[in-house]
Structure formats: C-alpha cells, structure tokens
C-alpha cells in the first residue's frame, strides 16, 4: 500500500530530520574551515505528491542545545523542475514552501538556489521511482519464546522489494503503540521505532534479535539517493576530539536538499 496521508509524511521526514539535526551540530568549525561558520544549512526531503518545504538556518555551535540554528529569514529561494521554476512562500521559523503538492512529480531533477552573503547557494536532486514489488513473508512475526544465541543470525521472516538496478533503499520500522512492551530477553539496543541501510540489497531478513519491543508497526520502505545515505553513513558522532564535517550537496552552503519515495506495509510482533 502506498503512503498516501501527511501523517505518514510528516513521520518520515521528522525521523530523517532528527538524525540530520544531530549530524550538522557536529561540524567540525576548525581554523581550516572557518568559513563554515558562515554557511547556511539547508534542509528539504522532496517527496513526491506533497508539497515542497525547505528549512533554512544558521549553523549551530557545538555547545548550543537549540534544536536548531537561527532562521535565516527574507530569502528569494527558486526551484526548478527543469521545465518549470517556482518561488517559494516564506513562513514561520526559516521555513520556505510551494503549496501545489503536483509540482514534485518523479523522474525529475530539482534545482534549488538562493543568493547568500554574496554567493550563490545551490542544489539539486533527483526524484526517484517509486519502490516496487515491497513484500513481508507475513503481516505478523511471532518472536520466539525462548531465545538462543545459537540461533541469532537464522531467518525467521524476510522483507523483499524488486531491486533490480541496485538502487538505494532505506527500511523504517515505526512502532505505533504509545507504551510499546519490551521483549525483555533480546539482548538488543534498538529503539521501538528504528531505520536500516539495506545497503544497495533487495532483501531484510528478520531474525530473533531484530525487534526489542513488540507491538504494531509501520515497516516503510523508502527509495533514497544518494545524498542521503552519504550522510547517514557519515562518521560525525565521536569525541570532540574526532568530529568530521557532514557531507552536503549544498553548493555555498550545508545540509542536505534530496528527494524520496515511499511505499509501506504493517507488522504485528507478538509473542510466539
């Protein structure tokens, strides 16, 4: 089933943007990149169907605890589809939108540019198909009762997608319970809701020690490029004393301006 609801949207994009908000805090701001201070961060998932909302903001230091940098407010921000370019509206807290959820269509490559401090900040990213052939073996995966290390790496349950080009795929699993149940016994430091690099595969396989709490979820797949995972695999969560700056595909700028599409299916993990 496609994702269709903003709901579903906003999720996705809220659990992508949380993991960038960690990354682009940890830049390293070093006498070899201190022009990076001045650098605008630009934040935009494009998904095809919705509306086009792009976040545009300062920079932050190390020890700020903001969720994110200042806003950078009055800017003239294009994009472009290559036969059509649009302005778009500014909004509240950094925030620039184009309404017209037609605009964003895949197959298309997106242009973004702005003008900054003198310089010209761009990027562009491409919409991809949407995923195909998205399958699990069963709607519900019934974790063993009792657990065995020897058995950690057997396949219980398999998620599959056609894949053929290898192209990049990321799998959510968002577990819809407000007081998800713990599966006291899986020696696991997963979060209810978590994401995997399927790294270029068409295949997740389900084991024993996948989930650590059951309950109802979400299993989204999402097609990805790969700005994304550039950044997803980015090494920026050391010590202070071994930050790395971010990847971007920002021109004049930080952040990430990338494109996705989305299909998703739903699991019950319940006992055996």
């Not at 903003?6 to 809220?14: A, M």
């Not at 991809?128 to 349950?157: C, M, R, W």
């Not at 998620?159 to 016994?185: C, G, M, R, Y």
């Not at 595909?249 to 019950?268: C, E, H, K, P, S």
Request: aromatic share 10%.
């Amino acid at each position: 089933m496609e994702i269709k609801t903003h709901t579903h949207t906003r999720y996705i994009l809220g659990a992508l943007a949380a993991g960038f908000m960690l990354m682009t805090a940890a830049c390293k701001k070093n006498s070899a990149d201190i022009n990076a201070v001045n650098k605008p961060v630009v934040e935009a998932y494009l998904v095809a169907g919705q509306p086009l909302s792009l976040k545009v903001y300062q920079q932050k230091d190390l020890t700020d605890t903001a969720t994110y940098g200042v806003a950078l407010t009055g800017l003239s921000i294009n994009v472009s589809n290559g036969s059509q370019t649009v302005k778009l509206t500014e909004g509240a807290g950094g925030t620039y939108t184009y309404s017209d959820a037609a605009f964003i269509t895949a197959g298309k490559t997106y242009t973004m540019q702005f003008n900054y401090n003198n310089a010209t900040v761009s990027a562009s990213t491409l919409m991809p198909g949407k995923p195909a052939g998205f399958k699990l073996t069963d709607s519900v995966f019934h974790e063993p009762n009792i657990i065995d290390p020897a058995y950690n790496d057997k396949v219980l349950q398999t998620v599959t997608w056609s894949n053929p080009d290898s192209l990049q795929h990321i799998l959510l699993f968002k577990n819809l319970d407000s007081n998800p149940f713990e599966i006291i016994a899986v020696r696991s430091n997963r979060k209810p809701s978590f994401e995997i690099n399927t790294e270029r595969t068409a295949i997740y396989n389900i084991t024993q020690n996948t989930f650590k709490y059951y309950g109802h979820y979400q299993v989204i797949l999402l097609r990805v490029n790969d700005e994304y995972i550039n950044i997803l695999s980015s090494n920026t969560r050391g010590s202070s004393q071994n930050l790395v700056n971010t990847p971007t595909n920002v021109v004049n700028g930080l952040g990430i301006f990338t494109a996705m599409q989305a299909d998703t299916l739903n699991l019950r993990v319940t006992t055996q």
